[in-house]
């Protein structure tokens, strides 16, 4: 089991880019997350999904999009990249009802300049 | 909105010393509660859940008090290993278009803990 993947590590990118975060696991969960880390602050819930087709805004979604359309893979989408995106961005994923133990990806590193 | 509040750290304790970590939550609905540790630029890790009647693990041991809506992690006989940032997650109810019975987790800043030879 690789657990939680996620790709790239780093990115750098201009204002006005766009790009797509990747986050896979391979454990069957049904609930993914995606988190930001700013320095010094706790994450951020922007995104989450219960299940293949369902996914809810959590506390900062403003400037982000989801999609998911298998159980496997939840990517997180930047339209537009503002500098207040720069931020360490982490996948995770859980087994039932978020009760139990979040999985987390190593994270990716984005700045935004 | 609702807060999980930790000391702000950070802890800077010799080798073998005893470390005490305290956490509060705002959100009375709350049901779940964790420790998670994350190492310097790594993800977090599950390190313990806090149950009601407490736990221990190893040299690691959790309280809670639904009353006062107050976690603790108690690490005795710290380790140079055991240098990391310790973060307070409360699991609170989450409502949205997913439905009753989903949750999110909810985390604290962290503390910083340095165990010094």
């Not at chain 1, 590590?9 to 880019?17: A, E």
């Not at chain 1, 087709?53 to 403003?62: L, S």
Request: hydrophobic share 30%.
């Amino acid at each position: 089991n690789a657990g939680v993947t996620q790709t790239p590590k780093f990115r750098i990118l201009k204002i006005g880019q766009s790009m797509t975060l990747q986050c896979t696991q391979d454990m069957n969960h049904n609930y993914m997350y995606w988190y930001r880390q700013d320095p010094g602050m706790g994450l951020k819930l922007i995104y989450y999904s219960v299940g293949a087709g369902i996914t809810d805004k959590g506390e900062v979604p403003n400037g982000y999009n989801v999609s998911r359309s298998t159980t496997e893979d939840f990517p997180l989408r930047l339209e537009l990249a503002a500098p207040s995106q720069t931020s360490v961005y982490f996948c995770a994923s859980s087994s039932t009802r978020g009760r139990n133990e979040q999985f987390f990806g190593p994270g990716t590193r984005l700045t935004v300049l | 909105r609702k807060e999980v509040e930790q000391d702000p750290g950070p802890f800077n304790v010799p080798e073998g010393a005893t470390v005490a970590f305290n956490c509060t939550y705002s959100n009375s609905a709350s049901q779940s509660f964790f420790w998670y540790r994350q190492d310097c630029r790594k993800e977090p890790k599950l390190l313990m859940s806090v149950y009601s009647s407490g736990n221990e693990d190893g040299r690691f041991t959790a309280q809670l008090n639904r009353a006062s809506q107050y976690i603790s992690l108690l690490i005795r006989d710290s380790k140079l290993s055991d240098s990391a940032t310790y973060l307070c997650v409360v699991n609170e109810p989450s409502g949205g278009v997913s439905g009753a019975g989903s949750y999110q987790l909810t985390f604290g800043k962290g503390t910083k803990l340095s165990v010094i030879p």
